[in-house]
């Protein structure tokens, strides 16, 4: 019937009886069908109906012929599939899902129709042969089927290759990639549902190769047989590529993967012949994608079978393909051959060193430490020499930040004191190796100096590294004793960047050396606090402030001319000395601090260097500002000593005056090159007061009390040395010099000298000697203001008066610091307020006689000074009566709690007019307007005060007694205003 209605449709040309013939001939098998399994006949039938209908079709350009003969074709493969396909028909099943696709090409070649719809016909012919890739999927999925891999995979690669020839005589490379895909698709869904009952190992791994090998080799193909894929045909092998996820998979399920020797081997061979393709193509997404697998193989490897045993392999499988990683570019470099994305060597090259974690964590670490740190070479060696062929730093940066992060985490695995010697081995060694590689990059781009933007510094400091390591080291006792390894690991650290700092001419990195260094020893003198390590922890501060002037010396040898890195390799001394400082302070204060005359050795050596620094590289400020370091090396020692055993009182005047007596030398050494310098005097005279304080509580500790006022006409006369070499070189010049005066050095120098005699007095005093000392310093230095008229001196003669008022005026418990003595007005209050207040009028004097006016808007500092005097005076009038009529060991001023009696109420009063009259005729013999009105008002408060409080409390003769004396007082002020006051107004 199909026959007849074929033939009928051709001789009437009609479309439509072809139609019904099709759907007769395709309904045939299903009417007849007995429910029986006979696919030879059914597909026999259906082969005969398909060229039938194809060859009608392709004669009459019935293009919608060969669709429907493919969709009713496709149905019933499917419907077989399903209803009886099983294990034993599977070969069957095959070539029934491949003679379809076949016949739909071979027809067009064949049968010889219109060349209309030509291309309708290839489309179909083109979707026929990729329904089976459907089937292999099916396959792959069904546990059953997938157990015979042969015949699948056999399949599969039918498929690929037909659907690659179609591609390459078409020109249709997607062709390629869909084949590609759909394998790699069948492989995924194979391994998740059939690989356990397959038993497919070891060939699977040939299956995997077949099919990558010749995923890669299809474009090179199809070029040489001068028809290429195109894009389309390149993507087929990416897809391809992509089969190498296989390997992870397998390492994760398959037992015998457990023995890397196969797998890896097989996975080596791909991953070169994939290598090799990407150089061919210059496509570095092959070797990419090829690469991230074998380092994901080899994660998943050590994730789950390494092992001591394995130990080697896994080593050997690390080294063999991180040199590969590294090899790939430098040979596309060699031949020529671009590889995009050109930094995907880096990225595998860091990938690689991500999988050293697998040996520096769990039981494998300490036995893999060797293999750890050469594999640590191979891959920041690579690292280097991709960032210096890419010009990309932050390659060595991340590779840096890695293998510390490897390092440490290899620290905290091991049992660290057990292996110590090895662990700074690896430190040490890394070290040396960031830093050459860090020299090695600077030489390859040819240099940059230390001011210029340099991409290469985050990598350079990531070295110092190595001290934060030792810094762990040093915290702990049990690691840092004996020093001798750490030590000597840091010499090498600090020598190591050293070097790299004078070849890099770059100074910081040195600055940050020495720092970290003194920071370690201070660290490990805070915790190992026993004998003797403290003084071999200050013996290694001294060879690192060695180290300071030794790399100064050779800055200037290498580099004369480059003022930077002489002034950067100078701070690191400084940083080095001060820091040193510390240690030794540190170390003084444990309990194993060693013997003092040790300690004042290597103070004492400190300071000089500090001097000695200052002088060579010019920074004379660095002699005032290691005044603190002394001082608190002194203090920090008399601290730790304060417990324990008493020590002998000439132990602290000997610390001290050791470290005073080079401050004095320093500008007589200095000679001519102090000529205009400040920052030597200034030292000396700032050491002067530091070793006041210290000298005075050790003296007084020995019982020299009595003679206390020595020590500062002895160090008044030491800084008289000074102020006549300041004075010599004013006045004498070296020929050709013009002379230069400094006012304000020679007055620092000589207020200092004068501050010292007029605090000799007062400290043999009991009492309030500071504040007596401050104000005869005040009248001291108005005197020398007249000698030397610079404005310091002026502002600290005004600083002195007012601290010495501040204290005695608004400070109540002045007169509480110390017991009232039992001698009514002959006590400690008199000469407290009265010597302070002669020194006021004195100061007044004599700055009356020059500029003496502090700022324009205030009074002169003269007049303030006197009135600050006739204020003292006036307290002590007030604190002496307090005095005369208070009892027991606290002075009492009844007249302000209200409990004063009579007599004392008196008293004030009397002691209030006889003041105002004394003060009234200062002013007439002054002509001091001012003091005159004061002394007016002062006595009409007093007579107020007579008046209105006292003469209540009075009666009879007493009050008529008070009367006539204030009367008495009232007519002398008159007289003494009308002979005195009145004419001079007159006058004027």
């Known amino acids: ?64 012929l060969s669709a429907l003969s493919l969709a009713f074709t496709f149905l019933y493969q499917w419907g077989w599939a399903f209803k009886f396909l099983d294990a034993s028909k599977l070969p069957l ?226 080294a063999v393909f991180g040199l590969f990683y590294l090899g790939t570019p430098i040979l596309a470099r060699r031949l020529g051959r671009r590889l995009r994305p050109e930094d995907s060597g880096a990225f595998l090259l860091l990938l690689a060193l991500g999988l050293l974690f697998f040996l520096s964590a769990g039981p494998l670490a300490q036995a893999a430490l060797w293999g750890l740190a050469l594999l640590l070479v191979i891959l920041n060696a690579g ?139 201070f660290t490990w003198v805070v915790t190992t606090r026993q004998g003797p390590w403290p003084a071999v922890a200050v013996g290694a501060a001294l060879a690192v402030a060695v180290l300071g002037f030794l790399w100064i010396a050779l800055a200037r040898r290498i580099a004369p001319r480059d003022g930077d890195l002489a002034s950067g390799v100078a701070s690191a001394a400084v940083a080095g000395l001060f820091l040193g400082f510390g240690v030794a302070i540190a170390a003084s204060m444990t309990s194993g601090a060693p013997a003092l005359g040790f300690t004042i050795a290597a103070h004492v050596a400190f300071l000089l260097a500090l001097l000695a620094l200052s002088a060579l590289v010019d920074r004379p400020w660095l002699a005032p500002l290691s005044i603190i370091s002394t001082t608190a090396a002194v203090a920090g020692w008399r601290i730790a000593h304060l417990e324990g055993p008493p020590y002998p009182w000439w132990h602290e005047l000997a610390f001290a005056g050791a470290l005073y007596l080079p401050y004095l030398a320093f500008p007589l050494i200095l000679g001519e090159r102090a000529r ?4 030597p005097f200034l030292a000396a005279v700032l050491a002067s007061l530091s070793f006041f304080l210290i000298a005075r509580h050790a003296l007084v500790a020995g019982g020299f009390e009595g003679v206390i006022g020595v020590l500062p006409v002895a160090q008044a006369m030491a800084l008289a040395v000074l102020l006549a070499q300041l004075v010599r070189m004013e006045r004498r010049a070296p020929e050709g010099v013009k002379p230069e005066r400094d006012p304000g050095r020679l007055a620092l120098v000589a207020g200092a000298v004068l501050a010292f005699i007029t605090a000799a007095i007062p400290l043999q005093l009991d009492q309030e000697w500071i504040t007596i000392g401050w104000a005869l310093l005040a009248a001291a230095l108005a005197a020398l203001y007249l000698r030397i008229p610079h404005r310091g001196l002026l502002w600290w003669t005004a600083g002195l008066l007012a601290a010495v008022f501040v204290r005695l005026a608004a400070n109540p418990a002045v007169l509480a610091y110390h017991p009232r003595g039992f001698t009514p007005i002959w006590n400690w209050y008199l000469y407290t307020y009265l010597v302070p207040a002669l020194a006021f009028f004195l100061a007044s004097w004599l700055l009356a006689r020059g500029d003496d006016r502090l700022i324009p808007p205030l009074p002169r500092l003269s007049g303030i000074a006197a009135g600050g005097g006739v204020v003292l005076l006036f307290l002590l009038v007030n604190i002496e009566i307090a005095d005369f009529f208070s009892s027991g060991s606290s002075l009492t001023f009844g007249f302000l709690s209200g409990q004063a009696m009579l007599p004392e109420d008196l008293s004030y009063t009397l002691g209030w007019a006889l003041f105002a009259i004394a003060l009234f005729i200062a002013g007439i013999i002054l002509r ?29 003769l007493y009050r008529v007694a008070s009367f006539a004396g204030l009367g008495i007082c ?11 006051v009145l004419p001079r107004r007159e006058e004027r």
């Open 383 to 521: 690292l280097f020499l991709e960032s210096g062929t890419l010009h990309r730093p932050v390659v060595t940066v991340l590779g840096a930040i890695l293998s510390w992060a490897l390092i440490a985490v290899w620290w905290l695995t091991v049992p660290l004191a057990a292996s110590l010697v090895p662990a700074l081995f690896l430190v040490a060694g890394f070290t040396l190796l960031s830093l050459g590689g860090n020299l090695w990059l600077r030489r390859r781009q040819g240099g940059a100096e230390e001011g210029a933007a340099d991409p290469l510094g985050g990598s350079l400091y990531l070295a110092l590294v190595g001290h934060a390591f030792l810094l762990f080291v040093a915290a702990q006792p049990r690691l840092s004793v004996p020093p001798w390894p750490f030590l000597g690991v840091l010499l090498v650290l600090d020598l190591a960047a050293g070097v790299a700092a004078l070849w890099l001419r770059r100074a910081s990195l040195w600055i940050a050396a020495l720092a970290a260094s003194d920071v370690i020893l």
């Open 970 to 980: 009232l007519a002398l002020m008159a007289v003494l205003i009308q002979k005195y």
């Open 1 to 64: 019937v199909t026959a007849v209605a074929v033939g009928l449709s051709i001789r009437h040309d009609a479309l439509f009886i072809a139609l019904l013939g099709l759907v007769g001939g395709f309904a045939t098998p299903a009417l007849l069908s007995s429910g029986e399994d006979h696919p030879y006949g059914l597909f026999g039938y259906l082969l005969l109906l398909n060229a039938g209908l194809a060859w009608v079709a392709l004669r009459k350009s019935w293009p919608v």
């Open 928 to 956: 001091n307007q001012v003091a005159r009105v004061s002394a007016i008002v002062l006595l009409l408060v007093a007579v107020l005060k007579g008046f209105v409080h006292d003469m209540a409390r009075l009666g009879g």
């Open 93 to 318: 099943a095959l070539g029934i899902f491949l003679i379809f696709p076949v016949l739909g090409f071979l027809a067009p070649a064949i049968v010889r129709g219109a060349e209309e719809g030509k291309d309708a016909f290839a489309r179909t012919a083109v979707v026929g042969s990729l329904l089976p890739l459907f089937f292999g999927l099916y396959l792959a999925s069904v546990p059953a089927y997938g157990a015979r891999y042969g015949l699948l995979f056999g399949f599969l690669f039918l498929l690929q290759a037909g659907l690659f020839a179609v591609a390459v005589y078409r020109g249709m490379g997607i062709l390629h990639a869909i084949a590609a895909g759909g394998t790699l698709l069948s492989f995924a869904i194979w391994l998740a549902t059939s690989y356990e009952k397959a038993g497919a190992w070891p060939a699977i791994l040939g299956f995997v190769a077949l099919f990558l090998l010749f995923d890669l080799a299809a474009p090179w193909v199809a070029d040489r047989l001068g028809r290429p894929l195109g894009k389309e045909g390149r993507a087929g092998a990416i897809l391809g590529t992509l089969l190498l996820f296989v390997f992870p998979v397998l390492l994760l399920i398959e037992p015998a993967t457990a023995a890397p020797g196969l797998p890896f081997g097989v996975l080596f061979v791909l991953l070169t012949a994939t290598a090799g393709f990407a150089l061919l193509y210059e496509d570095g997404y092959l070797h990419l994608i090829a690469a991230f697998f074998a380092v994901a193989a080899e994660a998943v490897w050590s994730a789950r079978w390494l092992s001591p045993e394995r130990l080697l392999a896994g080593i050997s499988i690390y």
């Open 676 to 679: 205009r310098l400040r920052q």
